[in-house]
């Protein structure tokens, strides 16, 4: 296998895996309904909608400077020195961040198939998470064809996207009306 | 090294261990699920007594199908902010903000129907 094969199969089975991973434990075991609310929040749902939207925000700006660090957005000079560590920053943060929501669902309400809004959430989930697993391997795999960390990149945040949408939007759009 | 990127180190470092412990957890932390037995000989009952009470008591703020209107959507919504059975009969109990509470004007019986029927009903 050509190093340049590698540097596409690597990651993306990787992230394949994740998402297949976390498909598989969410849907073989017994979802235990468990709720833990965190202090200053109502509801289970109130501090994951929160901490999702937070990590959207987070995974956006991973995104923006992601594109600016390759010269995709913003002035033509180069960005500055410090835009890779912070991208790298953010990129985690928003991760850990996500973890506890993530934690939740697994654990206390597992995979839901159908063709509804719980259903998408909990495809969409699995998949926003293999994807961010490839993008970051892609990061570090050499000889990977120019454009496709920013690609990924986009494709995480939009999944992340879609996972908030079909979540937490629902969750204050439920909360206001 | 720039201080940035050592800090970008540790928080890596954290929040890799913050993973593998989530993935230990999810395998070792007690995952029984909680026993929820809804569906008795009498459920249908339940619900009808449920639906009897949700038209007198609460649809006028959370909408004839659970809708919504003065008060939250509660159709499609129940479950999902309150997993736990008990918190759903605490609020219905005790209220919360402009819900006002239902501890003097239903019977403990009469608030599991109504809390029954948010949960179990057909939409």
Not at chain 1, 31 to 58: N, Y
Not at chain 1, 145 to 153: D, K, N, Q, R
Not at chain 2, 70 to 98: M, S
Request: net charge negative.
């Amino acid at each position: 296998m050509s190093g340049r094969s590698t540097a596409f199969v690597a990651p993306i089975g990787a992230g394949a895996l994740t998402a297949l991973a976390l498909g598989v434990y969410s849907s073989s075991h017994d979802p235990t309904g468990r709720d833990f609310v965190l202090a200053g929040f109502e509801s289970t749902a109130s501090w994951k909608s929160a901490l999702a939207s937070i990590a959207l925000a987070l995974f956006v700006t991973q995104l923006s400077l992601g594109l600016r660090i390759t010269g995709r957005i913003g002035p033509r000079r180069p960005a500055p020195a410090w835009a890779p560590d912070l991208h790298r920053l953010v990129s985690t943060l928003a991760f850990g961040l996500s973890l506890p929501v993530v934690f939740h669902c697994l654990w206390a309400l597992g995979y839901e198939g159908g063709a509804d809004r719980v259903g998408f959430h909990s495809l969409l989930g699995c998949v926003a998470y293999g994807a961010y697993v490839a993008n970051a391997l892609s990061e570090r795999v050499g000889g990977r064809p120019p454009g496709a960390v920013p690609l990924g990149g986009a494709f995480v945040a939009i999944a992340m996207l879609a996972t908030w949408w079909t979540s937490a939007l629902v969750h204050y759009a439920g909360t206001a009306a | 090294m720039t201080r940035l990127a050592k800090l970008a180190d540790i928080v890596q470092w954290v929040v890799g261990v913050a993973t593998l412990t989530a993935v230990l957890m999810l395998f070792t932390l007690d995952g029984s699920p909680q026993e929820v037995e809804p569906f008795t000989s009498d459920f249908d009952q339940l619900l009808d007594d449920g639906r009897d009470i949700y038209a007198e008591r609460c649809a006028t703020c959370h909408g004839d199908t659970g809708q919504g209107g003065q008060g939250p959507r509660l159709a499609g919504t129940v479950v999902v902010n309150y997993p736990d059975v008990a918190d759903e009969i605490a609020l219905v109990t005790d209220g919360r903000g402009a819900m006002p509470p239902f501890a003097l004007t239903l019977s403990d019986d009469e608030i599991v129907a109504v809390v029954a029927f948010t949960r179990f009903a057909p939409s």
